[in-house]
């Protein structure tokens, strides 16, 4: 019994049209491969390094002592994590500019010891106390940023001044006790020791990033579809967003096999989220980016650079203030050692190892995130092998080093690249 011609040729276009369409998902899962390895071919490395530093140390942490890796270890990792980690954010917005702040531990160390003074000593409300630490914090990122502004100060210089200036303070307020403790049953101590998020909720926030890339990458594809350009494939989006979401659920439930996921790490994640919005999405993100980049191109094209160095200071300042509230509610103490010593290393040497530029112009707020981790997870796998905190100086050191270096490389290679 013969076919109708016409349904032959229907049955046929059918089954071209479905080659093309594997054709062109596979042309876009190795488009999206090898434009991966061009990025990295010229220079854009990305979180790379950092990712395939965590991976290393992970593998080797955990050959020597299985407990690294257990689910409650990584939850105190985390809470850790949060208190330099917040400082870190801070140390980006002037780095992005080319600049450095040196006095940010000295800087969280006063705002625990205000904390301590107003809340404990002088009976203030707790949430009055941190207001007033944000506020000093605020007010000495303005006095930087004048001193730069206005004298032409290097902020090296300024920062270094205002790092012993707000040691001596914090010293003076204090006074010979040096150590004030907070009281355990408080929010602010719970908040930093010992509340977790609930599981199910800890779980729905694991699946909001992929499913906010699915979103903008898709807006992004009708955008650049309705102005003719090339787009990516959607099947490419669909890949990276169920990969990431899987990786997410699978961190959340393996730490929910512990005690959880922290508020305090939570609050650290939201910070650098909407930091790196505020850098990316928005006005004065592309204004600190393109100061970064070339001062003086910035100020011909209309740029406020002295508003912009600004807002860098102030908050770079007020959030080494909310790290240093964080710190003291993780130690339910307020002492003279707060903010000393490597808490000004660990919160720069964040910002560099996860990709932020030391040369300005480029880093995002995930720098910090995934830097901060790298560090703690150094500084947690020496402390379980029973190890010297020398070791630990001299490992953070030469992973700071390489971290500038590989800076270096990449940015020689995106300029010869760029040149080419």
């Not at 006095?143 to 010293?171: D, W």
């Not at 989220?273 to 600190?288: D, E, F, H, P, Q």
């Not at 191109?297 to 007020?318: D, E, H, K, P």
């Amino acid at each position: 019994m013969s076919q109708n011609p016409s349904n032959t040729a229907v049955q046929t276009q059918q089954r071209l049209d479905r080659s093309d369409e594997r054709v062109r998902h596979d042309e876009g899962i190795l488009d999206m491969v090898w434009g991966f390895i061009d990025r990295v071919r010229s220079g854009d490395l990305g979180m790379l390094p950092v990712a395939v530093g965590l991976i290393v140390i992970s593998i080797i942490f955990s050959a020597l002592n299985p407990v690294f890796l257990a689910p409650n270890n990584l939850v105190n990792l985390l809470f850790d994590c949060a208190t330099v980690g917040v400082i870190s954010l801070g140390i980006i917005c002037v780095l992005v500019l080319g600049e450095i702040d040196l006095s940010v531990g000295s800087m969280s160390g006063l705002a625990s010891a205000m904390v301590g003074v107003l809340w404990v000593n002088s009976g203030w409300p707790i949430a009055a106390a941190i207001f007033a630490a944000l506020l000093v914090g605020a007010a000495v990122g303005l006095i930087y940023a004048t001193l730069y502004n206005r004298l032409g100060m290097p902020s090296f210089i300024a920062t270094l001044a205002g790092l012993l200036a707000l040691l001596g303070m914090q010293l003076y307020i204090l006074g010979p006790t040096g150590s004030i403790n907070l009281p355990y049953a408080s929010s602010l101590v719970r908040f930093g020791q010992i509340l977790i998020m609930p599981d199910w909720l800890s779980h729905t926030l694991a699946l909001v990033p992929g499913l906010v890339m699915i979103g903008k990458g898709m807006r992004t594809m009708r955008q650049r579809q309705a102005a003719n350009l090339s787009a990516q494939p959607l099947g490419a989006l669909i890949i990276k967003a169920v990969v990431l979401t899987v990786a997410l659920e699978a961190a959340v439930f393996y730490l929910n096999l512990g005690r959880g996921v922290p508020w305090m790490f939570g609050l650290f994640v939201a910070l650098a989220v909407i930091l790196n919005y505020a850098l990316t999405r928005t006005k004065w993100g592309r204004s600190m980016f393109a100061v970064g980049g070339n001062r003086e191109a910035a100020r011909r094209s209309g740029i406020n650079v002295r508003r912009i160095y600004m807002s860098a200071f102030v908050l770079c300042s007020t959030l080494a203030t909310l790290g240093g509230i964080l710190s003291a509610s993780r130690l339910a103490s307020s002492s003279q050692q707060a903010g000393t010593g490597d808490v000004n290393l660990n919160a720069i040497a964040a910002a560099v190892i996860g990709g932020t530029s030391l040369f300005g112009g480029r880093g995002s707020a995930y720098s910090a995130l995934l830097g901060i981790i790298v560090i703690q997870a150094i500084s947690n796998g020496l402390t379980l092998l029973n190890l010297s905190s020398s070791l630990r100086y001299m490992i953070t050191g030469g992973v700071l080093a390489i971290a500038v270096i590989v800076d270096s490389l990449a940015r020689r290679s995106r300029v010869s690249h760029g040149r080419a």
